[in-house]
């Protein structure tokens, strides 16, 4: 049985676009749409500056929800044997990241927030549960141990995209 159906596919697409793509350029809202098809809701040309309203993108929540959905099922998948090509079990990989980025997007930011006391002190307690999350979907026989992302440098560099996104939208004072 192959991993993906063409629909699935064709969202793993999108998703991807989104993970890597420009969130600044109106090529998202389009990744947004085709991801959503009828259920995308028009919502601004391109992200906003005012932040107060991003966490309010009816689009970014529902896509994080059919996110969850799909890697659940593809992970089962993996599991259960399917065949995936490198292009597939790259989107798979996409769409982890993807995920992942938006399960702790707001536990980043507190972490974030937290920033100007000691920081040799500072510990990110949900580095287990964010390392066992991707190892639980990236451990399995199909994907090469070579191709797994590093937890440390996924978090690394989710911690830094979060941090940019606050002080994009936020004046320093």
């Given at each position: 049985m192959p991993l993906l159906t063409s629909h699935e596919r064709e969202l793993l697409e999108a998703i991807s676009h989104l993970a890597y793509g420009n969130p600044f350029l109106a090529e998202r809202i389009e990744w947004e749409r085709r991801a959503l098809g009828e259920e995308f809701t028009p919502f601004f040309a391109v992200w906003h500056p005012r932040a107060d309203l991003l966490g309010n993108n009816p689009n970014v929540q529902r896509i994080s929800e059919l996110a969850t959905g799909l890697a659940e099922t593809l992970r089962e998948r993996?599991?259960?044997?399917?065949?995936?090509?490198?292009?597939?079990?790259?989107?798979?990989?996409?769409?982890?990241?993807?995920?992942?980025?938006?399960?702790?997007?707001?536990?980043?930011?507190?972490?974030?927030?937290?920033?100007?006391?000691?920081?040799?002190?500072?510990?990110?307690?949900?580095?287990?549960?964010?390392?066992?999350?991707?190892?639980?979907?990236?451990?399995?026989?199909?994907?090469?141990?070579?191709?797994?992302?590093?937890?440390?440098?996924?978090?690394?560099?989710?911690?830094?995209?979060?941090?940019?996104?606050?002080?994009?939208?936020?004046?320093?004072?």
């Open positions: 993996l599991a259960g044997g399917a065949r995936a090509g490198a292009r597939d079990l790259g989107l798979y990989q996409d769409l982890v990241v993807y995920l992942l980025y938006y399960r702790y997007h707001e536990r980043f930011l507190e972490m974030v927030l937290g920033e100007g006391g000691e920081r040799e002190t500072r510990q990110a307690p949900f580095y287990k549960d964010f390392r066992r999350d991707l190892e639980r979907f990236v451990e399995l026989p199909q994907i090469r141990p070579q191709a797994r992302p590093a937890p440390e440098h996924l978090f690394a560099c989710f911690f830094q995209v979060r941090r940019a996104f606050f002080y994009t939208f936020h004046s320093i004072a």
